[in-house]
């Protein structure tokens, strides 16, 4: 059973707007990761949260975690075209597992 | 630094045809070896996983294996594909040490089973 679960399932902007995306999974977690995958492609790591950070920021990239409500948030802020790909939250499941979740599509216009 | 290959890039197969897909790692020892497949449109859903040379947790009772004969090879294999094997299999690593979480992907292979 997939612990993250992401919506929206697709997202579409415009440039220049902010997007959010949100994950929420069932079990206590030691951590939680966003990624990113472009089409076709493998995934590419983003960000990191541990269970005890509150929020953490990488450039345009800000997720924040709320262990009580078992939910994360992904915003990524004055999106650009190339910011169109489908994003994923990841929990560690215990020992070596990482378990993605369903991903959010999201398109950027240009 | 690090590299990860896998090959074929694309694959059609017959249904009840065999199947051997292979990764391989580079500028790192004793990774932790996973292989996921991807359905279209949908997440990932972890199929395998390794530790070390010869051991190997399976996720997902199905008819596909996956060995790892040397510490940075892992293979994934079908004695006879099903219609539903096709998808996008994606095989990744990470470093295995205590704390390191991140996983590394391969560029993956398009499996189409007709």
């Known amino acids: 059973s997939q612990q993250g679960e992401e919506d929206p399932q697709a997202l579409s902007i415009q440039e220049g707007e902010n997007a959010t995306m949100n994950c929420s999974y069932k079990t206590s977690i030691n951590n939680l990761q966003w990624y990113r995958q472009n089409s076709g492609r493998g995934l590419v790591h983003l960000i990191l949260i541990r269970s005890n950070e509150r929020e953490k920021h990488s450039g345009r990239l800000r997720v924040t975690l709320d262990t009580s409500k078992k939910s994360s948030s992904l915003l990524i802020t004055a999106s650009r075209a190339a910011d169109t790909a489908s994003y994923f939250c990841a929990t560690e499941a215990g020992g070596f597992k990482t378990i993605f979740g369903a991903g959010t599509r999201l398109f950027v216009k240009a | 630094s690090q590299t990860i290959h896998q090959w074929p890039a694309t694959l059609v197969q017959p249904v009840g045809s065999p199947l051997s897909l292979e990764c391989t790692v580079e500028g790192t020892s004793n990774p932790n070896l996973y292989w996921y497949r991807q359905a279209a449109g949908r997440g990932l859903q972890l199929l395998f996983y390794?530790?070390?040379?010869?051991?190997i947790s399976s996720e997902v009772p199905q008819n596909l294996s996956a060995s790892r004969p040397q510490d940075r090879q892992f293979i994934l294999s079908s004695k006879k594909l099903l219609l539903s094997d096709s998808g996008f299999y994606l095989c990744?690593?990470?470093?295995?040490?205590?704390?390191?979480?991140?996983?590394?992907f391969g560029p993956g292979t398009r499996l189409t089973v007709l």
């Open positions: 390794s530790v070390g040379i010869g051991q």
């Open positions: 990744a690593w990470n470093p295995g040490a205590s704390g390191s979480y991140e996983q590394f």
